[in-house]
């Protein structure tokens, strides 16, 4: 597996951004993908899965609503579209895929392979 986030930039508060994460090494089959934030600063926190077979969710309770997680099957690839991104929103972002299920879906530590962050700065 060989994760890569793509879709980062620069954008003023109240706007939204849509991050991509594909898998260039094999199809998702199987795998949760989620998605993690570090601000600077601050520790690792989640913010969205989704499970590749069955296409169950999971959010952080804070920004389900805002942010929402989706697969593209034929492009194997997962999203991250985020809307009305407040400066709080600015981090790193990460895409990670591991056997999490439901349970274990918001730990980092059930994801074993991590793509390369993608940085959002949201200016206000």
């Known amino acids: 597996v060989q994760l890569q986030a793509s879709g980062g930039g620069l954008v003023q508060a109240g706007a939204s951004l849509s991050l991509s994460c594909a898998d260039s090494?094999?199809?998702?089959?199987?795998?949760?993908v989620g998605w993690f934030r570090q601000a600077p600063g601050k520790e690792r926190e989640f913010v969205a899965a989704?499970?590749?077979?069955?296409?169950?969710?999971y959010y952080a309770d804070s920004l389900k609503g805002r942010f929402a997680v989706s697969k593209d099957t034929a492009k194997n690839t997962v999203y991250l579209q985020m809307k009305s991104l407040k400066p709080e929103d600015t981090a790193v972002y990460y895409c990670a895929a591991g056997r999490a299920i439901a349970s274990t879906a918001r730990d980092s530590g059930a994801y074993y392979y991590w793509g390369r962050g993608t940085l959002v700065t949201v200016s206000s």
């Open positions: 989704i499970r590749w077979s069955g296409g169950n969710t």
């Open positions: 090494g094999r199809a998702f089959g199987g795998y949760t």
